[in-house]
Structures are given as structure tokens and as C-alpha cells.
């Protein structure tokens, strides 16, 4: 990243501050009732609206290319390709967390999480390290091996031959 997109994202970072805290000055002075509550308002809402403004400036460097996702789900091996344990923890995370967002959303408190869903989000992502765990080894072993095949002395016998 140069020093002019630098400076875009430094003066979009500052637009959502400054927003974030125009939010919250607004819910504070304008709503009518209890300081607490107006204090719970005034903070929820910042929080919203800097999560969205943070989400928003992601998206924007993900259209114009300054984020490169075309290699997000590619497997590091040689052979390339799509990974499926990135795959599947990315969907698992995804239905997972707009599930949890949908409820929350839905009931306005915080639910109690399952331990099955926790374990589901444990399986896709050990199934994840391991597949990292293993393209680390096979890249070890190769590299391993190839060393030793360069650097092994010659144990023929010169004279063998003749």
C-alpha cells in the first residue's frame, strides 16, 4: 500500500471517528428520558455505526482492489486449488454468526450458545490447522529431502566400473 492510499484510509478512519462520535453526541442531547439510559443509546449506537463505517471501508478496499481476496479459499500447496477446510470454516463461521446476529437481533439479549454448535465451530477449525499442520510437514519433508539428495556425498565406488 503507498503512502496516497495510506492517507485515504488515515482521513476514512477520522470520517468515521468523527461520525461515530456525532452519533452519540446526537442520541445524547436529542433523546428525552433517563441519562442511563440515553448513556446505553449513545453507546450502543456509536458502536453500531463504527462496526458498520469499519465493515464499510473493508468492502470498499475489497472493490477497488486494494485487499486481494482471489486467493482466499486457494490451498498453499503445489498443487493450488480451492481448500475445502478453508471453505468449510468460512460457511460454518458465516451461518454461525448471522444465526447469532439474527437472534440477538430478534429477542435483544444475548442467548445462550450450544455446546454442539461450539464443538462444530471446534471440528471446522482443528480440520483447518491439521490441513495446515500437513501442507507445513509435506513442505518440510520436501525440502528435507531435497537437501539430503544435494548434499549426500557420491558412495559409488570409482573403480566398480572398470
Do not use: C, H
Amino acid at each position: 500500500m503507498d503512502s496516497e492510499d495510506r492517507k485515504i484510509f488515515l482521513w476514512m478512519f477520522l470520517g468515521m471517528v468523527g461520525i461515530t462520535i456525532a452519533s452519540a453526541f446526537v442520541i445524547a442531547v436529542f433523546i428525552s428520558g433517563d441519562p442511563m439510559l440515553k448513556l446505553k443509546l449513545a453507546v450502543t449506537y456509536a458502536l453500531l455505526v463504527l462496526i458498520f463505517l469499519f465493515g464499510f471501508v473493508v468492502l470498499a478496499a475489497i472493490a477497488s482492489g486494494v485487499i486481494d481476496i482471489s486467493k482466499l479459499l486457494e490451498d498453499d500447496s503445489a498443487a493450488g486449488g480451492a481448500s475445502t477446510s478453508r471453505f468449510q470454516l468460512l460457511i460454518f463461521t458465516f451461518v454461525i454468526g448471522m444465526s447469532f446476529a439474527l437472534i440477538v437481533a430478534s429477542s435483544s439479549k444475548l442467548p445462550d450458545v450450544p455446546t454442539n454448535i461450539l464443538a462444530l465451530l471446534g471440528i471446522s477449525a482443528s480440520t483447518y490447522g491439521v490441513s495446515k499442520g500437513i501442507q507445513a510437514g509435506s513442505k518440510d519433508n520436501t525440502n528435507a529431502s531435497s537437501t539430503t539428495q544435494k548434499d549426500a556425498p557420491n558412495t559409488a565406488d570409482p573403480n566398480k566400473g572398470q
